[in-house]
């Protein structure tokens, strides 16, 4: 990636955030350690100490647990019930299994706020829409494959949308501006 960052392929997003908690804490001397689905970029920091430390890292080890965030949705997603065919179970049943599953930000993108979380089941995935939506409102939860994400602003979006939400997910005068930083664990509560 250049003189000064470094980035390292992992099997998954799992492994990805587990050596960047790890790095972390390890004080690796990187300006930016950024995990995402299954890669890990360290910026500013030389190539070779990356190289050198990652025989430390205790791989196939889970990140450490996070901080929990609780978040009361509104189950009234115009996919809920294609959502409930997919899993082949009624829309309060999808309501019952995501509110029973603690998820975890295992890495953010997309847009400020954007968390992918996982925790998700693989027999729950669920295929994107054929067409993306020209605009997904604020506040929308969704799911893609086995990824669940709230919309931090009104955008372009082809996820399943299942409900929403009102949690601020990105606000840049809090001290730490996304409410859903990489290794917060995720509780969805049913209200309304």
Do not use: K, N
């Not at 970029?41 to 889970?62: H, I, K, N, Q, T």
């Not at 082809?158 to 009102?166: A, D, F, N």
């Not at 606000?171 to 049913?190: N, S």
């Amino acid at each position: 990636m250049g003189p000064r960052a470094c980035l390292v392929e992992l099997e998954d997003a799992v492994a990805a955030a587990s050596l960047a908690a790890w790095a972390r804490a390890a004080r690796l001397p990187a300006e930016e350690i950024v995990p995402a689905a299954a890669t890990v970029l360290f910026d500013g920091v030389y190539p070779a100490s990356v190289e050198a430390a990652l025989p430390r890292w205790p791989a196939g080890g889970e990140p450490a647990a996070g901080p929990l965030v609780r978040v009361a949705v509104t189950y009234d997603g115009p996919d809920l019930e294609r959502v409930a065919g997919h899993w082949g179970c009624s829309a309060d049943e999808v309501v019952e299994q995501h509110t029973s599953t603690e998820l975890v930000a295992l890495f953010t993108g997309f847009a400020p706020g954007f968390s992918y979380l996982g925790g998700l089941p693989a027999h729950r995935s669920v295929p994107r829409l054929s067409s993306p939506r020209p605009r997904v409102e604020a506040g929308s939860v969704a799911l893609a494959g086995s990824w669940c994400g709230i919309y931090p602003a009104a955008s372009p979006g082809g996820w399943l949308v299942i409900g929403t939400t009102e949690a601020v997910l990105w606000d840049p005068a809090r001290r730490q501006p996304a409410l859903l930083a990489p290794g917060t664990r995720v509780r969805f509560e049913a209200v309304g």
